[in-house]
């Protein structure tokens, strides 16, 4: 891992820490789902040990909602438990679904990945 | 693996077979590397189990170079055994050099991913 470089590998996007606002952790990135087209990282799929009593053990949340940190070496996001507990309903086929999407996008306050342009 | 999806895990991506223009396999994925802040794929770093001889195990080709293709549930690039030979000489840094970026993505006569916009 290079973190102060601009790239980053997929092998160490995933498993890596994932920290709240605070620089609490709270999980990792288990995988990433990407748009093959475009090639862009749609969702980073994150398993949360740390909150208990959610109802899935991996919740995909736009990859847009994260950033990369390099003081704490991980990502860092404003994604609270509550949120992740009112996340739009997904299952295996959500990301096929653009108006899940879109209403999981906006849950985040994420940018709609398929109309960022490049950087 | 869900091939006729317009979105793929990267634990699918990593392992993928690559076939060369004819439909031969030639390699595969071993990883991705990836810009954090536009969260695009950059370039596939591939091995190259078929060619012999190359001067490395690895090479990093651009990701627009390859293309998911659902009948070879593979990804099919147009890049030969002689462009990879004759590759701009690269090191573990070396995306992050913008000019080996460029020399690499004119060899492959790949699009700058830099530049592109939304899809």
Sequence with gaps: MH?????????????TKIC???????????????DKVSGRVAY?????????????SHYPVPWDALKYDTSLQGFRTNITEQQ??????????????RN??????SHYRASYYWEMGAH
Aim: no cysteine; glycine share 12%; net charge negative.
């Design 3 to 15: 973190p102060n470089h601009n790239v980053i590998s997929s092998e160490d996007v995933q498993g």
């Design 20 to 34: 709240d606002a605070a620089g609490k952790e709270i999980g990792e990135i288990d995988h990433m789902i990407i």
């Design 44 to 56: 980073a799929v994150m398993s949360f040990g740390g909150f208990m009593g959610l109802g899935h």
């Design 84 to 97: 992740l507990r009112e996340a739009p309903e997904f299952s295996d086929d959500a990301w096929e679904d």
């Design 100 to 105: 899940w999407e879109v209403k999981t996008h």
